[in-house]
């Protein structure tokens, strides 16, 4: 495991890359990060991703400055569908796919705010798959994902913030013909797949108004289902 710099059209991008075990080559997977952006916790996520046999990176979008000063463009950035942040997914995948020790099978996951950059570039660059973890919606989503890849995707029931959208997101999937696994779990919150804590007083308030880390666990089988789903969809050519 280690930090490394990804090139990034004019830039470079820092960015956490972790490695399995063995000898590749490893389908791959761009893990896009929540609101608070690189944490401890979200390298953790690249961990668990490389311990199922997935080369796999986190780009720091923020580009190591704090928080609190980048979420508020990067989620209109998600919100508008394209920025910088869209460019560098899709660099990182293109650095990602070129490496001599990946198959060139790139999947990309994120978590909330990244679970909404993932929905969108699920339609609009070259993945095999994505994993869609409490993601807002696109607007129109019928016509927005209509040239998806394939989609794994968990929402909690009792997340304030994105009441209907898992069953939005179903329908908007199956009126398009995209392959996807969509699940709700009930009296699960936000963030209830990892392990994140929101940073000073936002705490409290997080776990009031979002329910998050509420229904942590359910988080198991939701691992299970994005295995079992990149493992069909991005492992695939490298196990045939």
């Not at 972790?18 to 990060?33: K, L, M, R």
């Not at 401890?40 to 668990?48: F, K, L, S, V, W």
């Not at 994140?196 to 936002?202: I, K």
Request: proline content about 7%.
């Amino acid at each position: 495991m280690s930090d490394i710099m990804i090139p990034a059209g004019d830039r470079e991008l820092p960015g956490y890359l972790a490695v399995p075990d063995g000898e590749g080559p490893w389908p791959a997977v761009v893990i896009v990060f929540e609101a608070f952006g690189a944490t401890a916790d979200m390298r953790a996520q690249a961990d668990r991703f490389a311990s199922r046999g997935y080369l796999a990176v986190l780009p720091d979008f923020y580009g190591g400055a704090p928080w609190v000063r980048c979420v508020r463009k990067a989620v209109g950035e998600m919100r508008a569908g394209r920025g910088p942040i869209y460019d560098a997914v899709d660099a990182t995948r293109a650095w990602l796919a070129a490496r001599d020790d990946c198959t060139g099978d790139v999947g990309v996951c994120g978590f909330c705010m990244g679970g909404g950059f993932a929905l969108v570039a699920a339609a609009k660059y070259d993945f095999q798959a994505a994993a869609v973890n409490y993601g807002m919606l696109p607007s129109r989503p019928d016509e927005a994902l209509r040239e998806a890849c394939p989609i794994v995707a968990s929402y909690g029931g009792a997340d304030p913030t994105l009441r209907r959208a898992a069953a939005k997101l179903d329908r908007a999937l199956t009126a398009g013909g995209v392959p996807h696994d969509v699940k709700e779990y009930p009296g699960a919150g936000h963030g209830f797949l990892t392990e994140t804590e929101a940073p000073g007083l936002l705490g409290p308030v997080t776990k009031i108004a979002f329910g998050l880390g509420k229904g942590r666990e359910h988080a198991p089988v939701a691992w299970d289902r994005i295995f079992a789903f990149f493992d069909a969809h991005v492992a695939k050519k490298s196990t045939t």
